[in-house]
């Protein structure tokens, strides 16, 4: 039995298929749901969880260098947010771009953890190291 760390299984699976280079999202509750792409949906009530709290468990089990998120998310939340979000990919370098051009990696995930965050464009791609 796991008493530690990430504990839902359909998680952990998913992680466990993660491999050099391969992508991981990590999605607020309005992100787009595309068929192809494994999610997991985690979402309970608003901001429960919320992106940077499953951000720290996934950073917790696997290694990756480097993050993608949309240019809207700079310009639409505080700058304690940026900051929180900044703390949170800490030693990770984030590329920013324009949402549409963000939503056009996901299909190549390995799959997409939808949580309940309310932040605006609080969405992360994380490729393994």
């Known amino acids: 039995m ?3 760390g990430v504990l839902n299984p359909k998680i952990l699976s998913l992680l466990a298929r993660v491999r050099h280079t391969n992508a ?7 992100f787009p749901f595309w068929p192809q ?4 949906d985690i979402s ?3 901001d429960v969880p919320t992106v940077l709290q499953v951000l720290a468990a996934v950073r917790a089990v696997g290694g990756y260098n480097q993050a993608y998120m949309a240019r809207e ?3 639409n939340n505080s700058a304690a947010t940026r900051a929180a979000f900044a703390k949170g990919l800490a030693g990770i370098p984030v590329k920013f771009e ?7 990696r996901v299909p190549g995930a390995i799959g997409l953890i939808r949580t309940g965050d309310t ?9 393994s190291g």
């Open 119 to 127: 932040i605006q464009y609080a969405n992360l791609i994380l490729i």
């Open 24 to 30: 991981l999202v990590i999605a607020d509750r309005g």
């Open 37 to 40: 792409v494994e999610t997991v």
């Open 44 to 46: 309970l009530v608003d």
């Open 73 to 75: 998310f700079q310009k």
């Open 98 to 104: 324009p949402h549409v051009n963000f939503k056009k």
């Open 2 to 4: 796991i008493k530690t």
